[in-house]
Nanobody
């Protein structure tokens, strides 16, 4: 069973930075795409960024130029570097990964709060 553990969330002032990490464990899988999603208060969950096995990245328009997604396949880890944070970035951030066998896994979420 694959498990995802996120870390790095917290409270930061507007303009600050945070780095989220998500480690996949459990064995017996080969990673495919990995990504970050978020759900703000009273909002639907939305895509933040994804990165393919071949390192192709996709970003939501709202975070382009501020957030950077990266991955370390040897460590089964995906990162999200978040700079120039805004209050509207406040949300629970979820890690997601898919495997080459098309299985789909989500983390439990980590809270990011940005004060003005």
């Amino acid at each position: 069973q694959v498990q995802l553990v996120e870390s790095g969330g917290g409270l930061v002032q507007a303009g600050g930075s945070l780095r989220l990490s998500c480690v996949a464990s459990g064995g017996g899988f080969t990673l495919n795409a990995m990504g970050w999603y978020r759900q703000g208060p009273g909002k639907q969950r939305e895509l933040v960024a994804t990165i393919s096995r071949g390192m192709r990245t996709i970003y939501a328009d709202s975070v382009k130029g501020r957030f950077t997604i990266s991955r370390d396949n040897a460590k089964n880890t995906v990162y999200l570097q978040m700079n120039s944070l805004k209050p509207e970035d406040t949300a629970v951030y979820y890690c997601r990964l898919t495997t080459l066998t098309a299985s789909d896994y989500w983390g439990q979420g980590t809270q990011v709060s940005v004060s003005s």
